[in-house]
């Protein structure tokens, strides 16, 4: 691809929205405004966190949904029902288990109008190009993953798409097979053996995201928006351990920690309402834990995530806790220890409970359920709690947070939950 | 060659022993057909005498048999047809799987008398009105819960499955038959085979019954076994009993055996799973050579044939061509929607009109007889709730013993499997002799018939979910030394606790139903009967009281579902929440 002359645009997203009623009646915003290109020979990229919304803005844009507003154009064309020149490939490989592998793969075929001698000619070429060529009769079931996943690719390469959609398809798969299958994709985009001319692709994993596009898509939550847009001109085929690649991977976690760990603003004048992250009090001990033994109990987001061994989203949010309570700073990339922190790490374990309750005391969120409980003598209906926090929350399920907040009550001693009575009350340390 | 069909398991043979057996399968199915098509067009007989030799009993057997499995047809359509409509549109899921909850509870007997009158009122010459009649009383005992599981097969189908199939451009027709079938495969032969049970139920009823001074008999083996009772002859009863066993266990080992072995290709989670069932009349099938011989499939029409087709096929393509725009898609699509529209239309409309008939009807009933109702409802309340606590006290000890041992559950299960699905009510007149001998009233009595009805569906259900126990909880109360007293205590009771409220809600409706002929009892020439509800519903249709029959249906229909809302749903909804096994 040249800079000179720009490959012409193959898909349009106009000022996509999405919006859902949830069966509790709360909306729920899953996209919101959101324009974007595809061109042809490109491989375009969304990252983001957990909820984003990035699956669904790819399958409104195979037109398997209807956006609640806003228009998807394919050359030029408004696309209505499923993009005809499209293949898609899916997490959970989506096999009818009660087809042969062949079966499958010839699923699309007869609908797009093949005779019987086409559809056998052209189940044979997917098959030998996804190296299957021998298991035509298998059943799904007798195949591993990773040969599950290939018979997925093969099947949506089987209809000569112009455009492949893949959601999150290296995900349900051992990281070995993961990255193997990852590189025999890219290879096969790039030799021009096949139709295939761009791929649209979801992923959680930075590397993945680097490793196979050209451009890069970084979203945001609550309401799903484009937060960023990044190009990644590195040369095809892509070397993971080369210096180039390292350094792409870090400026894209320099943009997303941007995105989702926002430098925090000085304090406003009325302490305002934020949700608190779904995340386990011995997430965020375990967290202090780790700075605590650091140089200067100080260290980096995305090598904390990678050493511990937990993906990204999650780290982001035990880190946003802890910063909710006082326990971490996080400027830029790195994660720093209080002073806070150091202390409540100092005492004792016995008496850590005490301390963690009066910063939770502390807390907006928790200061106002506790205040609920007082209103209501101590005891507190489960459903008055979670109409609140709708109310407050919109785009937030309210369940979710309804745990996290009673874990971390119960953790301290501020007050307990009866699942059956549906009812919290507060206990002796509230 | 990939198109190929997959290669034969069997090196090919000559015709042997197994095409023997399926060619006397077919051809004993075909003179049954013939037979009873024969019985179907014959003029009408309002009481066919019955014959009580046993050599006549083969045949009367077989054509309740038929009974059963036309029926059993009928309901799978009106599942496909619900369940399909239910799933599809959230309209007529919002309307239709509340009418189907409040079908589920009415008993035979309210639908007895529209039928019969209706069918017979339309063929008044011929068998067919009266055979019709048996056919959907059976049915309306088959349909409903295989209803309800072809609409939960397709409402938890995986997204992503739907999702493969519409970006293959798959036809609606085309993800019903390879799509929404096969996942419901499981569900509709399991259920299949619950509803077949439960369509004997009521066997001697749907083949002989009183209405107002008409008696009502077709030729079966329920028919027989009335006539048998009525007579005091218990040689025909006992032969009766023994008939019906044979038919069960027959229809368990060549009709239901090999389809759940056949369903279990439409498994769709991608696990083992346990041990396979086996079916050696599935074996035999498959092995046969007939099989081969289906030329249909590869057949391909002459070629001077096809070439004097060419003309046609060219004006077919291209008016698919023509057909293909968007436009006559939308057509289509608008059409199926109206023609729901319409079809949702006339089901409201036929309750709106029904429940008019019934409002007629009930004005129609003296203020007495509605306090008789509501007492008689009361008496009837406290013998099912008996049924269920007496059932529990000894299928709930009994279930979790059978089911901690895989050695005896093994060995029990097909004979519990056979008392299960033997319509109880067939038992009641022996059961009644017992009782009269120890001198029982009737009004305790009854209790001990409704346990007769009710007590499988605890016992089944206790015993699957003490099976289903994660092994590693068993061996935790091992390790920790657990009296047995407490290993109960802690252990089974909960974990068959959630399993323990189903099998409750099943056999208090099992219960009610059975209120109908416990309550009363047809017992040589005389008839006994207690108070209760289930006796007035028995006797307003033999004095074909129709606003007597409306009001008893309804205060049943009534008390089962707002039993079922008020108390039986929130405690599944507990027992789930607090003693489910998912963490």
């Given at each position: ?34 324009s974007?290109t ?10 983001g966190?957990?909820?984003?919304g ?36 899916f ?24 005779s019987?001698?086409e ?6 070429r ?12 298998a ?5 591993s ?16 798409p ?6 999150e398809?290296?995900?349900?798969l ?8 990852r ?21 959680h994993?930075?590397?993945?995201a ?21 190009a ?45 992250p ?7 001990t375990?967290?202090?834990e ?9 260290t980096?987001v ?6 511990v ?26 994660v ?11 005492v ?14 502390q807390?907006?969120l ?7 409980l ?39 001693e501020l ?16 | 060659?990939i ?8 090196p ?11 060619l ?12 009873f098509?024969?019985?179907f ?5 309002a009481?066919?005498?019955?014959d ?50 409040i ?11 529209g ?8 063929f008044p010459?011929r ?7 048996a ?44 799509l ?11 259920n ?39 007579h ?19 229809s ?25 069932e ?33 003309p046609?096929?060219?004006?077919i393509r ?9 436009r ?7 059409l ?34 509605w306090?008789n109702l509501?007492g ?35 060995a ?8 299960a ?10 059961v ?11 009004g305790?009595?009854a ?10 569906y ?13 092994g590693?909880?068993a ?12 290993r ?22 099992g ?30 249709t ?16 009534g ?25």
């Open positions: 691809m040249t800079a000179a002359t720009t490959p012409p645009v193959l898909l349009e997203a106009r000022n996509l929205t999405q919006r859902y009623r949830q069966p509790n009646g709360q909306e729920l915003e899953a996209l919101r405004d959101i974007l595809v061109r042809e020979k490109e491989v375009v990229a969304f990252v966190p957990s909820g984003c990035k699956s669904t803005l790819l399958r409104i844009l195979v037109g398997l949904m209807r956006p609640t507003s806003g228009e998807v154009r394919y050359r030029g064309e408004a696309l209505s029902g499923v993009l005809h020149s499209a293949g898609m490939v997490q959970s490989f989506a096999l009818l288990p009660w087809l042969t592998v062949a079966e499958n793969i010839a699923m699309g075929l007869e609908a797009r109008g093949a019987p001698g559809t056998t000619q052209a189940v044979e997917a098959l030998d190009l996804v190296g299957l060529g021998g298991f035509a009769n059943y799904p079931r007798e195949l993953g990773g040969m599950k996943q290939r018979v997925g690719f093969a099947r949506a390469l089987a209809v000569e112009e455009v492949l959609f893949m959601d398809p290296f995900g349900s051992d990281p070995l097979t993961a990255e193997h299958l590189s025999q994709v890219i290879e096969m985009w790039g030799d021009g053996a096949n139709r295939v001319s761009s791929l649209v692709v979801v992923t994993s930075i590397e993945e680097v490793f196979l596009a050209g451009r890069i898509f970084v979203m945001g939550a609550n309401p799903g928006v484009v937060r960023a847009e990044i990644n001109t590195l040369p095809y085929p892509r070397q993971e351990r080369s210096a180039d690649f390292g350094a792409m991977v870090e400026r894209l976690h320099a943009v997303l920690t941007d995105t989702l760990l926002p430098e925090v603003k000085p304090a406003a004048a009325a302490p305002r309402l934020i949700p608190f779904r995340v386990h009090v011995a997430e965020v375990g967290l202090l780790h700075l605590i033994r650091r140089p200067e109990g100080r980096d995305f090598d904390l995530a990678e050493r061994g937990v993906d990204y989203d999650r780290m982001t949010a035990v880190v946003h806790a802890a910063e909710q309570l006082g326990y971490v700073t996080t400027p830029g990339d790195a720093v220890l209080t002073a806070e922190g150091r202390q409540l790490m100092a004792e374990i016995e008496d850590r409970k005490v301390a963690l309750r009066s910063r939770l005391q807390h907006p928790f200061a106002r359920v506790l205040e609920m007082r209103q209501g003598e101590g005891e507190l209906e489960d459903t008055d709690l979670l109409e609140d926090l709708t109310i407050f929350f919109p785009f937030i399920p309210a369940q979710a947070l309804f745990e996290t907040l009673v874990e971390w009550g119960r953790a301290v007050l307990d939950h009866d699942p059956t009575r549906e009812r919290l009350w507060l206990t002796v340390g509230g | 060659m198109a190929a069909p997959p290669p034969s398991h069997h090919a043979r000559r015709p042997g022993l197994a095409d023997l057996a399926v006397a399968l077919v051809a004993g199915g075909l003179a049954l057909i013939i037979s098509a024969r019985e067009r014959a003029p009408m007989v009481a066919v005498p019955i009580l030799r046993p050599s006549a009993l083969p045949r009367y057997t077989m054509y309740s048999f038929i009974r059963g499995v036309l029926a059993l047809a009928i309901s799978y359509l009106f599942a496909v047809g619900f369940g399909w409509t239910a799933a599809r549109w959230r309209t007529a899921e919002r309307l239709l799987l509340p009418v189907l909850d079908l589920q509870s009415v008993p035979v007997l309210g639908f007895l008398p039928l019969v009158l209706g069918l017979v009122a339309l010459a068998n067919v009105g009266l055979e019709l009649a056919i959907l009383m059976i049915f309306t005992a088959q349909a409903w819960n295989l209803a309800l599981s072809f609409y939960n097969s397709l409402k938890s189908i995986p997204q992503e499955l739907r999702e493969a199939c519409r970006m293959a451009a798959w036809p609606e027709w085309r993800q019903f038959r390879q929404m079938l096969p996942a419901a495969a499981q569900g509709l032969v399991w299949g085979m619950l509803s077949m049970a439960g369509g004997w139920f009521f066997l001697m009823i749907n083949e002989a019954f009183r209405l107002g001074d008409h008696d009502f008999r077709l030729p079966g083996v329920g028919a027989y076994m009335s006539v048998a009772v009525e005091g002859d218990s040689r025909a009863t006992a032969l009766a009993l023994v008939a019906m066993a044979v038919m069960i266990v027959a368990d080992r060549l009709l239901w055996r090999p389809l759940v072995v056949w369903a279990q290709k439409y498994r769709l989670d991608d696990s083992a799973g346990g041990p396979a086996e079916s050696w009349i599935l074996g035999v099938l498959q092995r046969s050579v007939l099989w081969r011989l289906r030329p249909a499939a590869r057949w391909r029409p002459p070629r001077s044939a096809r070439k004097a087709a060419l046609l096929r060219r004006g291209r008016a698919r061509r023509m057909l293909r725009p968007r006559a898609v939308l057509l289509v699509g608008c199926t929607r109206g023609a729901l529209v319409v079809a949702l239309a006339a089901v409201a409309l036929g309750a709106v009109v029904g429940l008019y008939r019934v409002g007629r009807l009930l004005v129609h009933l003296p203020r007495a007889d306090g509501a008689a409802a009361g008496l009837t309340f406290l013998r099912v709730m008996s049924a269920v606590v007496l059932s529990t006290l000894w299928a709930l000890p009994v279930g979790i013993w059978v089911g901690t041992s895989p050695r005896i559950s093994r029990l299960a097909p004979v519990i499997q056979l008392f699905s033997f319509p109880a009510p067939m038992l009641f007149p022996i009644v002799l017992v009782l009269a001998w120890l001198g029982v009233p009737l305790f009595g209790i001990a018939l409704m346990v007769l009805a009710a007590q499988w605890i016992l089944f259900n206790v015993i699957s979910a003490v099976e289903a126990a994660p590693q909880l061996e935790a109360t091992l390790a920790f030394r657990l009296p047995p007293w407490q109960w205590r802690k252990l089974y009771i909960p974990v068959a606790f959630p399993s323990l409220v189903t099998g409750w809600i099943t056999a208090a409706g219960a009610w139903n059975a209120a109908i002929v416990a309550e009363y009892v047809q017992q040589g020439s005389a008839v006994r009967t207690t108070t209760g509800l289930g006796s007035l519903i028995s006797l307003a033999e004095r074909a009281n129709f606003p007597l029959l409306a009001g008893g249906v309804l205060v049943m229909s008390m089962v579902v707002g039993w079922n809302r008020a108390v039986w749903r929130p405690l599944a909804r507990l027992a789930q929440t607090r003693f489910g096994l998912t963490q």
